[in-house]
């Protein structure tokens, strides 16, 4: 089967601004990349430099994880491009140190993951919301994860920050629905990225977690940014407060996707 390149899908994205959190690496990469080739302005926000910077793709540096650093950066992107058409909340860190029962995790680790995985996401949105407040529109894509909706061992910390995504995705799409703001969610199984090649040996190397999935791989990340592109696009306009899982069948295993 011929591949279709992410982005070459022409859901109408089309001369939006959009910003993606983390979007120098893996997932958001592709967000951004899909993005910019279906015709938007994408603002990439990340604490190290987003490598296709150029026309389509600003960098601008924000670590998530600190508010005065945030508020600096969306007075950047308002000063330079007017507008917040779409926010991906997409940067979280997932530490090697994180892989333990929750009694052996160390207490700087979970402060940093929930500074980043769950204030991160609340931050950004609460920057955004005005803005598209008085553009009457806008999108908020948060990304979960598989994790978010069954339990694994030694995610204890992980996983409920992402359910708690799944939530604030409901929470802020009731809030704002009559304000024409959409607030939905994506939640990706194992997908081939640096976070997740960081973490095999935690998982039981690539083989066992490519076949934790239906489809017997690990996902791509453009994979996850079709969806992305889709669910942010005019096309899924009356789609607000729900989930998306793009996990190659994993979700149908309910919560038995790991034997104990
Ligand atoms: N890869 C997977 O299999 C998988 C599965 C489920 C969910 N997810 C979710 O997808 C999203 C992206 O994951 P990924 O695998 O691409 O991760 P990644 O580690 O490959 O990339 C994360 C990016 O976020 C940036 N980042 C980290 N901390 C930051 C901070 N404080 N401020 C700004 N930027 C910061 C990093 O520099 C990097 O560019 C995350 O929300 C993750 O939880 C990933």
Not at 52 to 80: L, T
Not at 93 to 113: A, F, G, K, L, N
Not at 177 to 198: C, E, F, K, L, N
Not at 214 to 233: F, I
Request: aromatic share 6%; hydrophobic share 45%.
């Amino acid at each position: 089967m011929t591949e279709r390149p992410a982005g070459e899908v022409l859901y109408r994205n089309q001369g939006r601004v959009v910003v993606v959190t983390g979007a120098s690496g893996g997932i958001g990469n592709a967000i951004a990349i899909a993005f910019a080739k279906s015709g938007a302005q994408v603002i990439s926000l990340d604490v190290i430099p987003t490598e296709q910077a150029g026309a389509n793709i600003a960098f601008i540096r924000c670590d998530v994880s600190d508010p005065e650093d945030c508020k600096r950066a969306f007075q950047q992107v308002i000063e330079g491009f007017g507008y917040v058409d779409v926010l991906v909340n997409n940067a979280a860190i997932q530490p090697t140190e994180s892989y333990h029962p929750i009694h052996e995790v160390d207490e700087e680790v979970i402060e940093r993951m929930t500074s980043v995985n769950l204030l991160g996401y609340l931050r950004r949105a609460r920057l955004a919301l005005p803005v598209m407040l008085e553009q009457d529109a806008g999108v908020i894509v948060n990304i979960a994860s598989g994790q978010a909706h069954r339990t694994a061992r030694e995610v204890g910390i992980y996983g409920p920050i992402k359910s708690a995504n799944l939530m604030q995705t409901r929470q802020w799409a009731v809030e704002y629905a009559r304000q024409g703001v959409r607030v939905v969610s994506v939640s990706p199984g194992a997908i081939d990225t640096p976070m997740v090649r960081a973490t095999l040996a935690a998982q039981g190397g690539e083989e066992a977690l490519a076949n934790r999935h239906p489809l017997g791989r690990l996902g791509k990340a453009d994979e996850v940014a079709n969806a992305v592109l889709w669910l942010a696009s005019e096309d899924a306009a009356f789609i607000t407060g729900t989930d998306l899982e793009v996990d190659g069948g994993l979700g149908a295993f309910g919560a038995f996707a790991e034997p104990y």
